[in-house]
């Protein structure tokens, strides 16, 4: 089956800690994507990659990091610095960076700070 | 500044009547629109877009939606609600404005909680 799998599906991080969540795709799409979703607000992107070992800040990418060293993967660092980071967490991709072309959801990882 | 708007936290409907959730957006432009729905504790599906073309936009599940550039909306519609159509909805537009990296990123609603009863 073809889609996008994102690990854990819950992840608890202590204050001060860094934490990484996984996203992997084998639609062979060339763009990703992080999102942050919060109760009653709508999404909002942390950081987009459109092609292999490119990626850029969205509107909240403080206190994040990424890398795309594989075109499948596309992970995302919490680091200590992000002082509110319980939320669900939404890694999508699309087949290029083109902005008509529907976006593809994996199932989300909850982050709880304990 | 460029936004879209979902008026309604929630929408209650029976089962078997038709059902509308609402959506509005301000971008300067031609607007490229899209729904998608979440289920509890899930990623986004995408169920229709608008980008050019005929005004009615017919999609997965049955749903249906309607742009209508003069009002700046795009309402999703479906005939018969069914009752695994209870989810959480979320209308997104482009922004025209474009990020530096040249990408123009989806606006999304806060969301509209559809709830379909027996």
């Not at chain 1, 092609?51 to 992970?75: C, H, L, M, T, W």
């Not at chain 1, 610095?81 to 990882?109: I, V």
């Not at chain 2, 479906?78 to 989810?87: E, F, G, I, R, T």
């Amino acid at each position: 089956d073809g889609g996008i799998t994102q690990s854990p599906k819950y992840l608890f991080r202590k204050e001060g800690q860094n934490v990484t969540l996984s996203c992997e795709q084998n639609l062979n799409h060339d763009a990703m994507y992080w999102y942050r979703q919060d109760p009653g607000q709508g999404l909002r992107l942390i950081y987009y990659s459109q092609i292999v070992n490119d990626f850029q800040k969205g509107d909240i990418a403080e206190g994040y990091s990424v890398s795309r060293e594989k075109k499948e993967s596309f992970p995302l660092t919490v680091t200590s610095a992000q002082k509110n980071p319980t939320a669900f967490y939404l890694c999508a991709s699309t087949l290029n960076g083109d902005s008509y072309n529907e976006q593809f959801f994996g199932p989300g990882t909850r982050l709880t700070v304990l | 500044a460029q936004s879209v708007a979902q008026p309604e936290d929630q929408v209650n409907v029976a089962e078997g009547n038709p059902l509308t959730v609402k959506c509005t957006y301000s971008v300067s432009g031609n607007p490229y629109l899209f729904w998608y729905v979440q289920y509890p504790n899930r990623g986004l599906q995408f169920l229709l877009k608008y980008i050019t073309g005929d005004n009615l936009v017919k999609g997965s599940y049955g749903f249906e939606a309607e742009f209508n550039k003069s009002q700046t909306s795009f309402h999703l519609k479906k005939p018969s609600a069914l009752v695994s159509d209870s989810a959480l909805y979320f209308c997104a537009v482009r922004d025209t404005i474009m990020f530096s990296g040249g990408y123009n990123k989806l606006i999304f609603g806060a969301g509209t909680r559809l709830a379909v009863h027996p």
